[in-house]
C-alpha cells in the first residue's frame, strides 16, 4: 500500500472553487499504468465517486459533477489535486483521494471541508 | 447508472456470530464487485475485490461471492474488530457507484 496525505483547506465560501491536494509519499504517481481516484463522503452518509485520473492520460468525472471538477496530476510534486467549482453546500463533506482503478486499495485520511459563509 | 442496493441497512450482532450482508445490483454486471470496512474516523478499507477474492492482510473469516445481479459478503465469526459499516461498490461501469452501507453493531 502507498501513503496518501492530503492537504487542503476545511473551510471553503459557497460559490468558490474547493482545491484538494493528495501527495502520494512512496513511489511516483506516475510510475506504472494505473488511477488516482477522488470519493467524497457527507457526514454520516454514503460514500460518493467524484472521478479519475490515469497516469499515462484521461480523466473520468461522475456526470453528476462533471461540469464542475477537475482531477489532475502534478508529477513534479508527486501530487494528485480535485478542484470543484462553484461549490454550494451541499458540497460539504469529507473528501478522500486513493489509488485504484475500479478497487480502491490505498486511501488518505480525508479532509473534511464545510461549505458556508 | 447502476445502482447498488445493500441489505440490511444495520444489524445487531455478537462476537461469534456469522454475518451475511447482501448487494443487488439494478443491472448485470461482471464480477467488478467490491467490498469495504470504514470504521467511525477512518477511510474504507479495502477487503474484497472482484467479487471474491480477498484483499492481501484481510483475515480468512471474510469472503465473499456473487450469483448474477447478487453479491454477498461473509464474516464467518464475528470478532470484536468487525463493528463498523461495510460499504460494496461496482466498477463494472462508469459511475463507479457504492452501496448505502450495512451497519454492523
Known amino acids: 500500500q502507498v501513503l496518501l496525505q492530503q492537504a487542503g483547506p476545511d473551510l471553503v465560501r459557497p460559490s468558490q472553487t474547493l482545491s484538494l491536494t493528495c501527495t502520494v509519499s512512496?513511489?511516483?504517481?506516475?510510475?506504472?499504468?494505473?488511477?488516482w481516484s477522488w470519493i467524497r463522503q457527507p457526514a454520516g452518509g454514503g460514500l460518493e465517486y467524484i472521478g479519475r485520473?490515469?497516469?499515462?492520460?484521461?480523466?473520468n468525472y461522475n456526470p453528476s459533477l462533471e461540469s464542475r471538477v477537475t482531477i489532475s496530476l502534478d508529477s513534479s510534486k508527486n501530487q494528485i489535486s480535485l478542484n470543484l467549482t462553484s461549490v454550494t453546500a451541499a458540497d460539504t463533506a469529507t473528501y478522500y483521494c486513493?489509488?485504484?482503478?475500479?478497487?480502491?486499495?490505498?486511501w488518505g485520511k480525508g479532509t473534511r471541508v464545510t461549505v458556508s459563509s | 447508472d447502476i445502482q447498488m442496493t445493500q441489505s440490511p441497512s444495520s444489524l445487531s450482532a455478537s462476537v461469534g456470530d456469522r454475518v451475511t450482508i447482501s448487494c443487488r445490483a439494478s443491472?448485470?454486471?461482471?464480477?467488478?464487485l467490491h467490498w469495504y470496512q470504514q470504521k467511525p474516523g477512518e477511510p474504507p478499507k479495502l477487503l474484497i475485490y472482484?467479487?471474491?477474492r480477498l484483499q492481501t492482510g484481510v483475515p480468512s473469516r471474510f469472503s465473499g461471492s456473487a450469483s448474477g445481479t447478487d453479491f454477498t459478503l461473509t464474516i464467518s465469526s464475528l470478532h470484536p474488530d468487525d463493528f463498523g459499516t461495510y460499504y460494496c461498490?461496482?466498477?463494472?461501469?462508469?459511475?463507479?457507484?457504492f452501496g448505502q452501507g450495512t451497519k454492523v453493531e
Open positions: 486513493a489509488k485504484g482503478g475500479g478497487l480502491l486499495d490505498s
Open positions: 512512496s513511489g511516483s504517481i506516475i510510475s506504472g499504468s494505473f488511477y
Open positions: 485520473v490515469y497516469t499515462l492520460g484521461g480523466t
Open positions: 443491472h448485470i454486471m461482471n464480477n467488478y
Open positions: 472482484h467479487g471474491s
Open positions: 461498490q461496482q466498477s463494472s461501469s462508469t459511475p463507479w457507484t
